[in-house]
């Protein structure tokens, strides 16, 4: 990663990172409030940006590639522009779907292939752009998006925003790209930060936009030119594959391509599929697995509800059947998956029950939906979350589960870790250090901002009762101190809850961990919990 920072698009900020984020936010704040009046006040409050973080980036190695390249991406969750983005992404994304060199899926692939014949004169060839999000020219992305968007017949239909007004917060977030690495905070100087969530809606755009204009003198030669954001399929003539490369890596200086051809058997990979050229001019298609496959999937033996490995079967033999072409080449696919799951310790008879209750389902279209009142998610515990399930089938709620316990979180994180005390949206505890008594808190801002108000309230004595009452409200600990004359242990506050990020949620956990924890000073539950919450807590207490 330190390579990739030194030799990319990045320089380092030298302003700490109190600093920066106030100014970030500060300047979203800005932005927002100038579509307060269009977007209405809630969601105006929804979006602006309270308790941030420094975005952190990470790579992922793409052991497939050659030298092993980093692909850089950066957690713009709970940072200053990321609520902002989501909602600008949301505006947009209905503006991309028109494009015809665009698919969505290898599903999409393969039912373009089924009806495309090449001729002898003519090649499979893929191109792939080098580090598509880091090279995009953020100028040229808006000239593209803006005549996507006065293009947009529904535009209107999803906003009141106007087009200058959506392009100018777009603009914002693209250009306020910084993250951590290592303590060290960098800005990206060039193209857009993969992990934005307008970032791959700005490169399909860019992407259509910039097809239009440099495929022009090759739309006579090509057959097809498909693409999966970086990932083009096209056919074209022989004698042009090379001319093709040449003309669009000129076309603009950042965005440059590889290619590959099909092989001496007329075969190419493309996305997860196989392609292959048939002597009668058809492509028949297979499933593709690149060489660092490991044939891992879920183990049988893990702690996951059943339906989720009867899911997995049925899914794998799903996209064979919808991948695979050829029956023969279906039947060595569902072969290969009975093996590579028989090493992952699935059952023999578990297996094939599965496969075939795939093979055999009725069509999704001819059977009545099952309609649910809403969908809860609950933390998986085998036996107990099942049961859990079927009471809530029964009164037509939709139960899905969650592991709590991950591999993931207990080895060693790609990204910077956020420091205890800068960590937002969670329920924390502190304890007096003269006595068992605790206070249970809840709060959306940082737990170093939350604490510090605690600690200035316990310096200035409240005078009258009225400032007793005030001093209550805003802190039982600190009244604890002043009533007792005691301490507090500042040093050993802790965290009980993170990643509350909606308010109810933090005010109902809250009043859970009072319920359950002794000696708390806590001047009532900060919402009233249902009879049922009490029925559990009291048998568990």
Known sequence: MNEHLQSGPYTIMTKSAETIINKTMKETAKVVRQMKEVIGKSKW??????????????????????????????????????????????????????????????????????????????????????????????????????????????????????VEEIIKGIEFCLTTTYFTFEGKIYQQNEGVAMGSPISPIIADIFMDYWEENALKPFRSSLKCWWRYVDDTLVIVKKNDAEKLLSHINKHVDSIKFTMELENEIGELPMLDCKLQRMTDGSIKTTIYRKATHSGRFLDYYSAHPLSVKRG??????????????????????????????????????????????????????????????????????NGTSEAIQRNLKNIGIRTTFKPTNLIKNKINQLKDPIKMMDKNNLI???????????????????????????????????????????????????????????????????????????????????????KVTPDTCNKGDSVQLSTTWNIILNTNT
């Open 45 to 162: 409050f929804e979006i602006m940006p309270k308790s941030c973080n420094v975005p952190r980036i990470y790579g992922k190695i793409k052991l497939h590639k050659e030298g092993y390249p980093i692909r850089p991406i950066v957690d713009f969750r709970n940072t200053p522009t990321y609520m902002l983005s989501r909602f600008l992404s949301t505006i947009l994304r209905p503006t991309r779907n028109n494009s015809k060199a665009r698919i969505v899926d290898s599903f999409e692939l393969v039912r373009r292939i089924k009806t495309t014949k090449i001729e002898e004169e003519e090649i499979l060839v893929s191109f792939d752009v080098n580090s598509l999000y880091t090279k995009i020219p953020i100028q040229m992305a808006m000239i593209a998006l803006k005549e996507k968007l006065n293009e947009d017949n529904g535009l209107k239909d999803r906003t009141q925003l106007s």
């Open 312 to 381: 997995l079967i049925q899914g794998l033999a799903d996209r064979i059947r919808r991948l695979t072409t050829a029956p023969e080449d279906q039947r060595k696919e569902i072969k290969v998956l009975f093996t590579m799951l028989l090493e992952n310790n699935y059952p023999k008879e578990f297996i094939k029950d599965n496969i075939k209750k795939r093979k055999n389902r009725v069509k999704l279209e001819n059977n009545k939906m099952e309609e649910w009142r809403k969908t809860v998610v609950i933390p998986y515990k």
């Open 428 to 514: 924390y505890k502190i304890s007096c250090a003269d006595c068992p008594t605790k206070y249970v808190g809840q709060t959306s801002r940082s737990l170093k901002i939350r604490v510090n108000e605690h600690k200035r309230l316990t310096k200035g004595q409240p005078t009258g009762t009225q400032a007793y009452k005030n001093l209550e409200k805003n802190s039982s600990i600190a009244a604890h101190a002043w009533d007792k004359n005691h301490n507090i242990d500042w040093d050993n506050v802790c965290i009980l809850k993170t990643n509350m990020n909606k308010w109810k949620e933090r005010l109902i956990t809250e009043s859970i961990f009072i």
